[in-house]
């Protein structure tokens, strides 16, 4: 926000983190969405894992396309720039300002219809360019602002507000992702909090295109009875194949999962994942597995949770494009401009 | 039979099939009479094919400078029997067709010279190979013309050896080649062909290069460090030479890391996205494209008018509507980028007219784009983007700095009471913007599309949005100060008649004027450079009776955004319109306004004009 400096009044004993910073310092706004809305829930996690993480808020670029989803990013983060961009073409703003200065956390905000309807393709390129972002998806099934029409997300069979059935069905955009080569694919849930931070701050950290797609009821418009995106269909058939403890670099390991189910996985500044395999036979650095149970799930009606599928080893965008090391708009002229002596040779190539 | 005969003022054509392998020995041709020292100006007219179909390659070599495409040929090269009936037609009364007579044919006009040169007899006898054959076969009338035109074989020679560097297997062969046109043509055709280059040094400080070449190299020097762009006929070669010069100039020696970004995005509407955000974070970005990108691309266009974010687009116009005639030239979207996108909104444009003016145009726009926080257009079109012009050489300040406009650091936000992004602080309508990451507590905001205040927070109170609509206005109300004043072709206006043009047209314009001149009706010209349009354009309207109004287009855009802008009755335009794809004609344009001033019978207004 543009400023007009005015007291901050915080309670004296709120929790500090290690930058000093307390939780109410990365708030935003006052949300405009309906009360009860899943996408708030999502925002506070947000809040809540930036905390943890000590994360400085003005290193931190939020980014969203149109809709309820993409008015969130107003209501975290106060001391982040952000930007509200054009429907669906969230990703390609994105991909740019990160070409610009590759230092800044890039958090993309977007959802079912921005990200599965109008703007399917550059999500699915900015997967495939492994994109550094963490790109949240508030899946909630349909499009709220403009009052209750299916989005592409939607499960075939499921009713609207008004009782229509959605004939179509639906894109899985985690499988999607998976497919396409992100590096980090997760599904939570907007009741889920024990889930979704940690998760959030995994994603944070992982280095290359990490997804979340978090189904976010919709109060409004798809929160009733035959509507499988509602509060009570997705408590009913949430599957979580893992239970995830982030832990920052320099940091003890303390988590007591049982020996055998546990995988870590380091990531690139050092940090590592710890992860419980809630299910035996699962393992998320299994591409192939992680989209076949997200297949096997949907026909038995299930929605997978937790860490899908991470590969620590894949480069991100910045990498790719060999990239220098200082961000590109950080160059001085002299560092950027050739000068006449050089001009004076191209010339002379063209005569 | 009565021969043409002329020094260095001729059009000579060379017609042969796509993907044989002609482009770079007619480009040969062209290069050689310029080393020379003869001003030309060679003009690929090809196909939307990569094989099989027709493509022509016309040179014009002008020692008075007379550049612009000229209608009626004086030597054609017939390489393509398919295209032989047309070819044949085209050639002035007197003028020379060389074909491959290896396959003897009549051509049934008396009026021309024909010049027989058995090109794939003799590369028979001489090469092995099938496919050496077939290529040679232009390295030999290329042979062929040094002797007949009587330019110096040793140029051609230097050239296959530049070109060939690094090859050098390459260049005994091509030379052979060479030879044997040259000895063919030396002993069967000697007086064969009256036209002749003449040696000068007009070519000195001179270059002969194409705006797409120029532009990227511009975008290198105006310090763009993001391209991000969609692969679209005429202006791919933009972004490729963005790349080329930075492959040459922006890898840092020692971590061999780029200084740039070069995005192939997956379509128009990623592209522009890639560079606003890029533009956002404070990193120069551009995209290239034309027509048809431009409409996917005016979306984003109306964000970061009003969200107020630089950007740089180059439209390389090509022949529309729709998919239209990609690989020919038209200046057909200058209302669609005037007015690019919904809602009220303007954008700046600027209309380069040769090489070397898409090299500057490009280099400035971005300091014009940062200054002005808004998009500009560099609208150029397929005859500058993709045609060699003899142009001056490129030129460069080295005490020149980047204008990056009202941006504030972070010693400039400590030192601040309060701050809103979209406060007219200045009273010129433009304000002061901050990059992510610049302070940890100050210049936050959220960029939106959506109606904001001052202070960048959303509003729905239409008295604000208004204001700040207004605001925006001011700030193009403005912009002319920032951008390329018009050029006149008379130091003082000293005739009743006014003609304004713009962009390509530029080519043929100084010969059209020649000619008026010597027909009796001297004219002053005006060549627009860049939109909103200053107090220059409107006065020179303002100090003639009536303005012609060369456009290449059909239906009048320029005028029309005139019209739109200013307060100029439209009876005092008169549109001399061409828009069939290829470049105009200095011809066209004598005779069209030749015809509208001598004819008394039509409309009142040509008679009052007498």
């Not at chain 1, 832990?247 to 690139?268: A, F, M, R, W």
């Not at chain 2, 000229?70 to 398919?82: C, E, H, L, S, T």
Request: a negative charge; one cysteine or more.
């Amino acid at each position: 926000m543009t400023y007009i400096i005015k007291p901050v009044n915080h309670h004296p004993n709120l929790e500090k983190n290690a930058l000093g910073l307390t939780r109410r310092d990365y708030e935003g706004t006052i949300s405009t969405l309906c009360a009860g809305c899943g996408h708030d829930s999502i925002s506070a996690a947000v809040i809540e894992a930036c905390y943890d993480l000590s994360l400085a808020s003005d290193q931190i670029a939020k980014l969203s396309g149109i809709g309820c989803s993409s008015k969130s990013p107003s209501y975290f983060l106060n001391q982040a720039h952000g930007f509200n961009s054009v429907h669906g073409r969230m990703p390609s703003v994105a991909t740019g300002a990160n070409l610009g200065n590759q230092d800044l956390l890039y958090l993309g905000v977007s959802g079912d219809g921005d990200t599965a309807g109008i703007g399917i393709g550059q999500f699915m390129h900015a997967a495939r360019r492994q994109l550094n972002i963490t790109y949240i998806v508030e899946n909630n099934g349909t499009y709220g602002l403009t009052k209750g029409q299916f989005s592409a997300t939607n499960d075939q069979g499921s009713k609207s507000k008004y009782g229509e059935e959605n004939v179509l069905a639906p894109i899985d955009l985690a499988a999607m992702a998976i497919q396409l080569g992100a590096g980090f694919v997760g599904r939570s849930f907007s009741g889920d909090k024990d889930q979704l931070v940690p998760l959030l701050k995994a994603a944070m950290k992982f280095k290359g295109f990490s997804l979340i797609d978090i189904i976010s009821p919709c109060v409004t418009f798809n929160n009733h009875v035959g509507s499988t995106k509602s509060y009570d269909h997705i408590r009913e058939h949430n599957e979580s194949v893992s239970s995830l403890d982030f832990v920052p670099i320099g940091q003890e390991i303390k988590t007591s999962y049982n020996e055998g189910s546990k995988v870590d996985v380091p990531l690139h500044d050092g940090a590592i994942l710890t992860l419980e395999k809630l299910s035996k036979k699962y393992n998320p650095l299994d591409k192939g597995l992680a989209v076949q149970s997200l297949n096997e799930a949907e026909k038995n009606g299930k929605v997978l949770t937790g860490l899908l599928y991470i590969n620590p080893e894949i480069k991100d965008h910045a990498e790719i494009l060999n990239i220098s090391d200082t961000p590109l708009n950080q160059f001085s002229d002299k560092e950027l401009c050739p000068g006449s002596n050089k001009l004076a040779k191209v010339n002379a190539s063209l005569n | 039979m009565s021969k043409l005969a002329s020094i260095n003022e001729f059009v000579i054509k060379f017609a042969n099939v796509n993907g044989s392998g002609s482009a770079s020995a007619n480009q040969m041709i062209a290069k050689g009479i310029f080393r020379s020292g003869i001003p030309v100006s060679p003009k690929n007219i090809f196909p939307s094919n990569i094989q099989g179909l027709p493509t022509w390659f016309e040179i014009r070599a002008s020692e008075k400078g007379y550049l612009g495409r000229k209608a009626g040929i004086d030597f054609m090269v017939a390489m393509n029997p398919q295209s032989y009936i047309q070819d044949v037609a085209e050639i002035n009364p007197g003028g020379y067709l060389l074909y491959d007579s290896s396959w003897k044919r009549e051509f049934h006009r008396e009026d021309i010279n024909i010049i027989e040169v058995p090109l794939t007899s003799l590369c028979v006898d001489e090469f092995q190979n099938p496919k050496t054959r077939l290529l040679f076969k232009n390295l030999v009338y290329v042979g062929a013309l040094s002797y007949l035109m009587s330019i110096k074989k040793d140029i051609f020679i230097e050239l296959i050896e530049e070109q060939f560097k690094g090859k050098e297997k390459l260049i005994a062969p091509n030379v052979q080649a060479l030879e044997m046109g040259f000895n063919y043509a030396k002993k069967h055709l000697v007086d064969a062909c009256d036209i002749k280059v003449n040696q000068k040094n007009l070519t000195d400080g001179m270059i002969l290069t194409n705006g797409n070449n120029a532009g990227g190299l511009g975008c290198v020097y105006g310090g763009a460090t993001v391209c991000a762009w969609y692969p679209i006929t005429p202006s791919t070669s933009l972004a490729e030479s963005y790349k080329k010069y930075c492959d040459q100039f922006r890898v840092d020696e020692k971590t061999g890391k780029n200084k740039f970004a070069f995005v192939q995005a997956e379509d128009e509407l990623a592209s522009i996205g890639m560079a606003i955000g890029a533009n956002w974070n404070g990193a120069r970005a551009f995209t290239a494209t034309s027509g048809p990108g431009i409409s996917l691309m005016t979306e984003f266009v109306g964000l970061a008018y009003f969200a107020e974010i630089p950007v740089v687009i180059f439209n390389i116009q090509r022949g529309g509507p729709s998919t239209g005639m990609p690989t020919r030239t038209q200046q057909s979207d200058i209302l669609s980028c005037a007015y690019a996108s919904h809602g009220d909104t303007k954008h700046v444009m600027l209309i380069p007219s040769d090489p070397k003016e898409c090299f500057e145009f490009a280099a400035e726009s971005f300091d014009i784009s940062d200054r002005l926080q808004t998009p500009v257009f560099v609208l150029s079109d397929l005859d500058i983007g993709m045609n060699d012009w003899t142009c001056p050489e490129f030129e460069w300040d080295d005490a020149r700095e980047f204008d990056r406009g009202k941006v504030l650091s972070k010693d400039d936000l400590d030192k601040m009471e309060s701050w809103g992004r979209y406060l007219d602080a200045d009273g010129d309508g433009i304000p002061f913007r901050t990059l992510p990451g610049t302070h940890p507590e100050k210049g936050a905001y959220f960029t939106r599309g959506s109606s904001h205040d001052e202070y960048a927070r959303y509003v729905e109170d239409g008295e604000i949005n208004a204001r700040n609509l207004s605001r925006i206005l001011k700030k193009f109300e403005g912009a002319h100060k920032f951008l390329p004043k018009p050029i006149f072709k008379q130091d003082i206006n000293a005739s009743s008649k006014g003609l304004i043009y713009f962009g390509s047209t530029e080519a043929a314009m100084q010969e059209s004027l020649d000619q008026l001149s010597a027909s009796g009706f001297p004219i002053d010209a005006m060549r627009v450079r860049s939109f909103p349009f200053s107090a220059e354009v409107w006065d020179f309207i303002d100090q003639h009776e009536f303005v012609f109004l060369v456009e290449q287009n059909r239906d009048a855009q320029m005028k029309t955004l005139m019209l739109s802008e200013g307060n100029i009755n439209p009876e005092k335009f008169i549109s001399v319109l061409s828009f069939d794809g290829a470049p105009i004609t200095a011809d066209f344009i004598s005779e069209s306004i030749i015809e509208i001033m001598s004819d008394k019978d039509t409309s009142k207004t040509a008679e009052e004009i007498k």
